[in-house]
């Protein structure tokens, strides 16, 4: 599976970005579909995913602030990331999971907040 992230930008604090990721070249069915980002100096971490289900899951600091969606039909995910703060600032990845194949990472996007 290949995915193409975009939507990454440069934002004040308090502002919105929408993050987009669709995949391409995909057999079988993907079950998960997630961001990441990594920052400078960070190790990389999960911010969210959903299942083929629909269930989702946040990290701690972006709850409340940033929604995960997927369209399956188009096997697109999306990031709705609101009130951005400064520690938002990363590169953001986008992972799916593929029935029998595995995990597929997109080339990242960067998300620079400005105080």
């Known amino acids: 599976v290949q995915l193409v992230e975009s939507g990454g930008g440069s934002v004040q604090a308090g502002g919105s970005l929408r993050l987009s990721c669709a995949a391409s070249g995909v057999r079988y069915s993907i079950n998960r579909m997630a961001w990441y980002r990594q920052a400078p100096g960070k190790q990389r971490e999960l911010v969210a995913d959903i299942t083929i289900g629909g269930r989702t899951n946040y990290a701690d600091s972006v709850k409340g602030r940033f929604t995960i969606s997927r369209d399956s039909a188009e096997n697109t995910v999306y990031l709705q990331m609101n009130s951005l703060k400064p520690e938002d600032t990363a590169i953001y990845y986008c992972?799916?999971?593929?029935?029998?194949?595995?995990?597929?990472w997109g080339q990242g996007t960067q998300v620079t907040v400005s105080s």
């Open positions: 992972s799916a999971t593929e029935l029998f194949t595995g995990t597929g």
